[in-house]
């Protein structure tokens, strides 16, 4: 299993951007898949899970609204677009993979991570 | 949501020792308690998941136990790998939360 995040990088308060996870050694569209980020020196907080199909999302409040979870099941790719960063919003993401299909559990395998900044 | 409370959130100990870490939901969450190590500057791992089950890989010295509202990991023989922060996971509530970390640090 392999998972490669990409997309981080230093945005404005209140700008956009995308992030995405790269998968392979696995049958992608078999699991729900999340993303997890970690503030600096912090721990660790769920932000958003998908199942396996796509047809189910799942948000934490402090991102509902706007941050959107989605995946390509053809091109084994999960998405994280978020809108109206904060500060807050600085953190390593993580992509992981799940042990279910049909909503988030336990998380068997992680990406890499990468670095969002939001700052002016 | 569900509140995680580790501890303790620190703890030194020597290559060797066994060391236990408690993890305490604010509400019942059954065995739907999952724990991660984490090292610096890499992803987390999973090490136990329902509590009790070890994950493939795993070495057999981590254990789990633990029901309802109380929880520990057991590290049995700790190895200088092991040295590293150490997270619960609740997976009870579909708004999952983490619990704030324990970090084994070196004597």
């Known amino acids: 299993v392999q998972l490669l995040d990409s997309g981080g990088g230093l945005v404005q308060p209140g700008g956009s951007l995308r992030l995405s996870c790269a998968a392979s050694g696995f049958t992608f569209n078999f699991y729900a898949m999340t993303w997890v980020r970690q503030a600096p020196g912090k721990g660790l907080e769920w932000v958003a899970s998908?199942?396996?199909?796509?047809?189910?999302?799942f948000y934490a409040d402090s991102v509902k609204g706007r941050f959107t979870i989605s995946r390509d099941n053809n091109k084994d790719t999960l998405f994280l677009r978020m809108s109206g960063l904060r500060a807050g919003d600085t953190a390593i993401y993580y992509c992981a993979k799940d042990d279910l299909a049909a909503r988030p559990s336990h998380f068997d395998s992680w990406g890499q991570g990468t670095l969002v900044t939001v700052s002016s | 949501d569900i509140q995680l409370t580790q501890s303790p959130t620190s703890l030194s100990a020597s290559a060797g020792d066994r060391v236990t870490i408690t993890c305490r939901a604010s509400q019942s969450i059954g065995n739907y308690l999952n724990w991660y190590q984490q090292k610096p500057g890499k992803a987390p791992k999973l090490l136990i998941f329902?509590?009790?089950s070890l994950e493939s890989g795993v070495s057999s010295r981590f254990s789990g136990s633990g029901s309802g509202t109380d929880f520990s990991l057991t590290i049995s023989g700790l190895r200088p790998e092991d040295f590293a922060t150490y997270y619960c996971?609740?997976?009870?509530?579909?708004?999952?939360?983490f619990g704030g970390g324990t970090k084994v640090e070196i004597k």
């Open positions: 996971q609740q997976s009870y509530n579909i708004a999952l939360t």
């Open positions: 329902r509590a009790s």
């Open positions: 998908i199942s396996a199909s796509g047809g189910s999302t």
